[in-house]
Structures are given as structure tokens and as C-alpha cells.
Nanobody, 112 residues
């Protein structure tokens, strides 16, 4: 079964940056499938953040466009999310998604 493990979350001040990673294992589909990042704040529904195709085409939610950058390294079976100019409203648990599978999430807290 495919396994996804997020890492890189933490506490950062507004305007700061964080880089998230999602390591995939247990399946060969990583290199041919679109992957994405989602996030969920307490009391809110999980929302779309960004996606990246197997060949590197990207899409972003309007709320993060221009601030976040999604990328992937197929050779390492890893997806990344570089988050710059973070805002308090970015506070959430960030989840990696691949073909119906989800990671356990990593907490990002943007606060002074």
C-alpha cells in the first residue's frame, strides 16, 4: 500500500517561510500521477492548496498563488511545498495527496 509521510511543519512568524516535504513509498505510481497538497484548519473543511502533475505542471489555489511553490523529485519519490510570506490564515495541518491516499499531515502554525 502506498504510504505518504509529510514533514517540515512547525512554528513560523508571519512573513516567514517553511518548506514541506512528502515522501512516498510502497508504490511505483508516484512518478506517473498528479499529486497535491491540501490543508485543514480547526473547524474548517479540508481545502485545496496546490497540485503538480507527473511532468511538473502546477496549479495553485488563489489564496496561495505567488507565495507557495509546489515541486516534485520523481527520482526521490518526494513532493515539496515551499511556503513564503506566510500569513496567520495559512495555519493548518497540511496533507499530501496521491491517488486517493493521504499522509498523516504536518502542522504549520503561523503566529508571533
Amino acid at each position: 500500500q502506498v504510504r505518504l509521510v509529510e514533514s517540515g511543519g512547525g512554528l513560523v512568524q508571519p512573513g516567514g517561510s517553511l518548506g514541506l516535504s512528502c515522501a512516498a513509498s510502497g508504490s511505483s505510481i508516484f512518478t506517473i500521477r498528479t499529486m497535491g497538497w491540501f490543508r485543514q484548519a480547526p473547524g474548517k473543511q479540508r481545502e485545496y492548496v496546490a497540485t503538480i502533475t507527473s511532468t511538473g505542471s502546477t496549479n495553485y489555489a488563489d489564496s496561495v498563488k505567488g507565495r507557495f511553490t509546489i515541486s516534485r523529485d520523481n527520482a526521490e519519490n518526494t513532493m515539496y511545498l515551499q511556503m513564503d510570506n506566510l500569513k496567520p490564515e495559512d495555519t493548518a495541518v497540511y496533507y499530501c495527496h496521491l491517488s486517493g491516499f493521504w499522509g498523516q499531515g504536518t502542522q504549520v502554525t503561523v503566529s508571533s
